[in-house]
Structures are given as structure tokens and as C-alpha cells.
T-cell receptor
Framework: NAGVMQNPRHLVRRRGQEARLRCSPMKGHSHVYWYRQLPEEGLKFMVYLQKENIIDESGMPKERFSAEFPKEGPSILRIQQVVRGDSAAYFC??????????????FGPGTRLTVL | TQLLEQSPQFLSIQEGENLTVYCNSSSVFSSLQWYRQEPGEGPVLLVTVVTGGEVKKLKRLTFQFGDARKDSSLHITAAQPGDTGLYLCAGEGGGSNYKLTFGKGTLLTVNP
């Protein structure tokens, strides 16, 4: 059973460009979570999605960031007009059930975004 | 806002030594998880503790959840170079049972 997959693993963008990060959850998982890990900081929750629904986006910056999890295909985290402060590792996690403290989140390998 | 403080931030020891790392908060968590993260990879779950006072063992690793469910510790016996990595604690709670709050981690280096 393949784990959570993220691509690309490394992404370099110039200021003002768009970054699109993809996450394919584990087979059978319909709950996806995005976290951001800034240098010298812990992972911070960004958004929780189920298929075609955003459940909680309280950790997402209000501007330039958006996320989706369509009926078919991977979840996408999109960052428009990137700035240097967006440079970070972005991790996706998936779980089978959601809404339960016994529901383990399995993390992908992350996408390292560097903004020049 | 819930915060998790991990200590020490860095730990370098010799193979065979014992160590304990700590995860503390002023908030109550419904569960607490420990992860290990290797460079360039995502966190890998080691254990979940749910009940106050709970102790779980995973080979040479012993995890304890505080009675008040505000703190936790990870003890490693006879550390090996393969234990090297970033150890993260993450709590679940605060009205949400899916939003994990992470500490900044303890970077452990075990020297041969």
C-alpha cells in the first residue's frame, strides 16, 4: 500500500510566480491535511479537506493561498504571487476517517519550496 | 492558542547512553503523538497516547502521558546511531480532534 505521495519534492519559484503543490493521499483515505514547516519552527496546521469540501482553513493565510481536493485527482495547495517568506517545507497528511483522536494522520515526504 | 514546548532543543550523546526528552504545555490535549522526522522526509508516527498516566513501550523507547494530559516524555534506553533524528510531539485538542499542534522538536544525535 503506497504511502502519501507529494510532488514535486523540491520547487523553486521566483517572487511573483505561482506554486502548485500536489498531494495524493493513501489509498482509501478521503481526509487530507496540509501543514507548513518554516525554518526553526514546528509544523503548523493550514487546512483540512475532504473530497470536494474544505472543512477547516483556519490556518491558511487569508490571501494568495488556496487549497482543493477534487472528486478525482490529488489535493492541490496553490500559492499565488509567491514571496520569500513562503519558502518552507509543505507537508500533506491523510487519514481514513477524520474527526477522531484515534484517526492517525500519515504524512507525506513534503515539498520544499524555495522562493528566489 | 495551544503551545507545546519541547526540551531540550538539541541533544548529542554517545551510543549506549540513556536520554529523556520532554514535551510540555499549559493546555490539556485529548491525545498526544510522538513522531520522528529524518532530514528531507515527513514525520513518521511512533506512538499515540490517550489516557492520562498512560505508558507505552516501543522496544527501547518508553512514552509517558502526564496525569493531567498536559505533558509527555520520551525515554530512550541504550541509544543507537539509528535513533538519530528530529523527535516531534503533537497534541490533538482545543475543540478540534484533527488539528495537530506540533512542538518545534528535539534534534537527537547519537554518536558511534
Amino acid at each position: 500500500n503506497a504511502g502519501v505521495m507529494q510532488n514535486p519534492r523540491h520547487l523553486v519559484r521566483r517572487r511573483g510566480q505561482e506554486a502548485r503543490l500536489r498531494c495524493s493521499p493513501m489509498k482509501g483515505h478521503s481526509h487530507v491535511y496540509w501543514y507548513r514547516q518554516l525554518p526553526e519552527e514546528g509544523l503548523k496546521f493550514m487546512v483540512y479537506l475532504q473530497k470536494e469540501n474544505i472543512i477547516d482553513e483556519s490556518g491558511m493565510p487569508k490571501e494568495r493561498f488556496s487549497a482543493e481536493f477534487p472528486k478525482e485527482g490529488p489535493s492541490i495547495l496553490r500559492i499565488q504571487q509567491v514571496v520569500r517568506g513562503d519558502s518552507a517545507a509543505y507537508f500533506c497528511a491523510s487519514s481514513p476517517r477524520g474527526q477522531s483522536f484515534t484517526d492517525t494522520q500519515y504524512f507525506g515526504p513534503g515539498t520544499r519550496l524555495t522562493v528566489l | 492558542t495551544q503551545l507545546l514546548e519541547q526540551s531540550p532543543q538539541f541533544l548529542s550523546i554517545q551510543e549506549g547512553e540513556n536520554l529523556t526528552v520532554y514535551c510540555n504545555s499549559s493546555s490539556v490535549f485529548s491525545s498526544l503523538q510522538w513522531y520522528r522526522q529524518e532530514p528531507g522526509e515527513g514525520p513518521v508516527l511512533l506512538v499515540t497516547v490517550v489516557t492520562g498516566g498512560e505508558v507505552k513501550k516501543l522496544k527501547r523507547l518508553t512514552f509517558q502521558f502526564g496525569d493531567a494530559r498536559k505533558d509527555s516524555s520520551l525515554h530512550i534506553t541504550a541509544a543507537q546511531p539509528g535513533d538519530t533524528g528530529l523527535y516531534l510531539c503533537a497534541g490533538e485538542g482545543g475543540g478540534s480532534n484533527y488539528k495537530l499542534t506540533f512542538g518545534k522538536g528535539t534534534l537527537l544525535t547519537v554518536n558511534p
